[in-house]
């Protein structure tokens, strides 16, 4: 595990910890899509690897765009998350698909947070195939849910 990768457990953890709720990290969307985190830079960005599982195919044998547009939601996800410190729920999640990805591939979806404010966060990604040749980009925005200060958790 690289240093990156070692960071970003720790900032989950914590948050996880944390924020309570039965939230499990990684959680099982991101499990099944044998994904791996491959590098972090806290509360901006982060990347993420999966490879193009056969289930993940449709009829022509290329990587479906819904489990594709999966895959970035499994990246903007935790880097919501630890880019607010809080769960976050996305709002928009806009995806434009360049070129087709063959099984076999790994393709590495790299996202940045573009915009942290109180209630919103703005993020962008790339995602490149085996040959880093791009394959699509998405942007995404999600709502920060913060708990009201003004109620106190019973415990």
Known sequence: MNSSVALLDEEMQALVRLNGSGATFP???FVAMKAEFIEYESRRSLA???PVLEESLNPLRT???GFLVAAFDNVFGPLSYLAARCPCVTLTLSTQFIR???PGEQITIRARVISRGLQVLQMTG???NSKNKLCATASATASVTRPDPRTKSEG
């Open 126 to 128: 790339e995602a490149f």
């Open 27 to 29: 959680p099982n969307c």
């Open 63 to 65: 990587m479906q765009g």
């Open 100 to 102: 087709s990805i063959e």
């Open 48 to 50: 993420v690897r999966f």
